[in-house]
């Protein structure tokens, strides 16, 4: 058997008693984790805009659009051969079979500073009843901002990550066969001004609105930079001076970008997701003793086949009626008494100790917060 070590004496143990709350302080005073200010901020006015277009998707194996159900798809058609020289008559073009086209809705995202000649990536969706979009080809298409102007013109092959096959009246699909991007499809036409060098000063647009986390920044550019250079106009947007040489700003805007500021708490929130049943919580959610009592209620209606047979020589007919039988059945709910639980570990023991479905937690979630027994914000997505 291991002999045991003999206890310190009392005057080794004296010494080494200021050590260790040196050590315990060192440990309480340690910094919160430091986060960059581009990781919380953003420039404001440095923007993407949306970008939307109306086109047509060519080479398809027969999956197209049915016209007969889709009119647009042949005047798309017919006014794009009228562009491209061939005209035809309304008799004509009302005789169009285009099983190999389809019609498609393009969006893409202009980033910010974008110059003519630059390609972006974009998404192409059918709005028809075309079958697949995979293999097409997707004709020159105009892309328009918001103000109708044209900032892109998009062509090019489509990447569908999807796969399926028919036959015999069953059908197996994987992914998504009508929505489809084009990697770099669209070419930029016209450049977006940027306001990024009017005026004396740029400002600072938090990603979270937090009053906290915007003196913060504020302080941590006036250490560097001197007093009075950023000041916190609210909780979401820092004003910082910057010099006027476009040059020069693009320099400072990186440096600012650069300064460490210590994270602050984030406010207690817990996120459901009313149609998958979700629930997040975050760590600052916290709970009070309170006592949840919840019950199954189940309606079982089954339905049986009921034959009604005429007597013979009645001329009557057998008619097949059905009868239902309604069960209702309730689980009695016993009452369980949850802790006070001070951390996100101890919640989620307590939660989880109620034994309920995802589905039946948001109800209970919502009437605990009710009951004020629960200490954070519930948002519903």
Not at 54 to 82: K, R
Not at 131 to 160: C, F, H, W
Request: one cysteine or more.
């Amino acid at each position: 058997m291991k002999a045991l070590r003999p206890p310190l004496p009392w005057h080794t143990a004296r010494q080494l008693a200021p050590l260790v709350a040196l050590f315990a302080a060192l440990c309480t005073a340690l910094p919160a984790q430091a986060v960059r200010i581009k990781e919380v901020a953003a420039v404001q006015g440095v923007r993407s805009n949306q970008l939307t277009g109306y086109g047509l998707v060519v080479g398809l194996d027969g999956t197209g659009d049915q016209t007969t159900q889709m009119p647009f798809t042949t005047q798309a058609m017919s006014n794009y051969l009228q562009q491209m020289g061939i005209s035809l008559s309304d008799a004509n073009a009302s005789r169009l079979q285009l099983k190999n086209v389809a019609t498609v809705i393009i969006t893409a995202q202009l980033p910010a500073f974008a110059q003519p000649g630059q390609f972006i990536d974009i998404s192409v969706s059918s709005m028809g009843n075309a079958k697949s979009l995979k293999g097409g080809t997707l004709i020159a298409t105009p892309l328009r901002g918001a103000d109708g102007e044209i900032y892109a013109l998009a062509q090019g092959n489509m990447v569908v990550s999807g796969a399926g096959a028919a036959a015999g009246g069953s059908k197996v699909q994987i992914n998504h066969l009508s929505a489809g991007r084009i990697p770099q499809g669209a070419q930029v036409e016209r450049a977006v001004p940027t306001p990024l060098n009017d005026g004396s000063s740029i400002t600072l647009g938090l990603n979270a609105s937090d009053f906290q986390t915007a003196r913060r920044v504020a302080q941590a550019i006036n250490a560097r930079l001197g007093p009075n250079q950023a000041i916190a106009l609210d909780g979401r947007t820092v004003q910082v001076q910057a010099p006027s040489s476009p040059g020069a700003r693009v320099n400072f805007i990186a440096e600012l970008e650069e300064l460490a500021i210590e994270t602050t708490a984030p406010a207690a929130k817990v996120v459901i997701n009313a149609r998958t049943g979700s629930v997040v919580l975050n760590q600052a959610v916290t709970l009070g003793a309170c006592a949840v009592a919840h019950g199954n209620l189940a309606i079982t209606i089954s339905s049986t086949p009921v034959i009604s047979q005429p007597n013979p020589l009645s001329r009557g007919e057998t008619v097949v009626r059905e009868k239902a039988d309604i069960q209702i059945t309730q689980e009695p709910g016993n009452l369980i008494q949850v802790p006070s639980s001070p951390q996100l570990t101890d919640v989620v023991r307590a939660l989880n100790a109620l034994g309920v479905t995802p589905q039946d937690l948001l109800a209970i979630l919502q009437a605990i917060k009710a009951a004020g027994a629960l200490n954070a914000e519930l948002e519903v997505i």
